[in-house]
């Protein structure tokens, strides 16, 4: 059974400071990682994908990568009260098309 | 780019009767389709993989007979909820996967169906 880990949240943060979610895969052999954000009653948006170990940053969003030790997070600076939403894991294993959803994360930035 | 758009946005209908959702791929053709069920306050749900002119690829415990998946095109996917009861209300999302590309998925805005 492939896995995707998160923790559920929530997980609150001052407006202003670094959000740091996190994110853990069981296969070995996972190639591609993507987060995506999802506003309550809305469908999910594709915000970072990261396909090697280190850092992938846009914008405010930093991608990270340990392959090693199978995590995967994403930072968000300068957190706005807008990035409040739940923010998905996905992974894909290869030899597939399917992505695996972690459960989310529910991300609360306080104003 | 890479807009994913689904019709209609929300569904009201009695039980018994089918509903058919449309899932277009507006600037990219997709070889591969996805369809989700999402419950409230749940995570998402794959219930099939559409390939473009093939039958689609159903996940365990997916009924094919009640959930009818069609890929008629590069840019077109159609899910129809056959004899719909009030237990298939939820929200339905479709994504799409570009021709050619890495493995991200481009989700529509959903269909929210409520079967009286």
Redesign the interface.
């Given at each position: 059974q492939k896995e995707v880990e998160q923790n559920s949240g929530p997980l609150s943060v001052p407006e202003g400071a670094i959000a740091s979610l996190n994110c853990t895969y069981s296969d070995r052999g996972s190639q591609s990682f993507f987060w995506y954000r999802q506003y309550s009653g809305k469908s999910p948006e594709l915000i970072m994908s990261i396909y090697s170990n280190g850092d992938k940053e846009d914008g405010r969003f930093t991608a990270q990568l340990n392959k090693a030790s199978q995590y995967v997070s994403l930072l968000i600076r300068d957190s706005q009260p807008s990035d409040s939403a739940t923010y998905l894991c996905a992974v894909n294993s290869g030899g597939n098309e399917k992505l695996t959803f972690g459960t989310g994360t529910r991300l609360t930035i306080i104003p | 780019g890479?807009v994913v758009s689904q019709h209609p946005s929300r569904v009201i209908c009695k039980s018994g009767t089918s509903v058919k959702i449309e899932c277009r791929s507006l600037d990219f053709q997709a070889t591969?389709m996805?369809w989700y069920r999402q419950f409230p306050k749940k995570?998402?749900m794959?219930m099939a993989?559409s390939n473009e002119g093939s039958k689609a690829t159903y996940e365990q415990g997916v009924e094919k007979d009640k959930f009818l998946i069609n890929h008629a095109s590069l840019t077109l996917s159609t899910l129809t909820v056959t004899s719909a009861h009030p237990e298939d209300s939820s929200f339905y999302?479709c994504s799409a996967?570009a021709a050619g590309g890495?493995?991200?998925?481009?989700?529509?805005?959903?269909t929210r169906l409520t079967v009286l």
């Open positions: - | 890479a591969t996805f995570s998402l794959l993989t999302i996967r890495p493995y991200e998925q481009f989700f529509g805005p959903g």
